[in-house]
């Protein structure tokens, strides 16, 4: 692998990286507040809730944080992993078509020459 085929691929982890912990953040806080909604709700309303300890309520809130940042950061991943799927097939397609064009077999060999030549 070249030193240049590893910082793409530096660069594309830390991308996706970043946007799992935005989507994260971002999820644990709508979720997290839901669940402090729900608890505050059922602790004026429900006098059985009213009853459980802090420590427990606290443990509500918080498994509803950890729930919308686990969700969130996926969401956020497979949506990018999809969308470099579909870019990555796009370029192979046109790579396929333009090899052939040239009357060459496709090969990958030959996808990574027409990328090198594509790339210059």
Do not use: C
């Amino acid at each position: 692998m070249s030193e240049r085929s590893r910082a793409q691929l530096k660069a594309d982890v830390d991308h996706a990286y970043g946007l799992q912990i935005r989507a994260g953040s971002k999820g644990a806080a709508q979720i997290g507040a839901a669940g402090l909604g729900a608890v505050t709700i059922a602790h004026y309303t429900w006098p059985f809730f009213r009853r459980q300890t802090l420590p427990f309520k606290a443990f509500l809130v918080m498994g509803s944080a950890m729930a919308g940042l686990v969700i969130g950061a996926d969401n956020a991943l497979l949506t990018h992993e999809a969308e470099r799927r579909r870019t990555e097939n796009a370029i192979r397609k046109e790579a396929r078509m333009d090899i052939a064009r040239r009357g060459l077999v496709p090969t990958e060999t030959e996808i990574a020459r027409w990328r090198a030549e594509q790339g210059r």
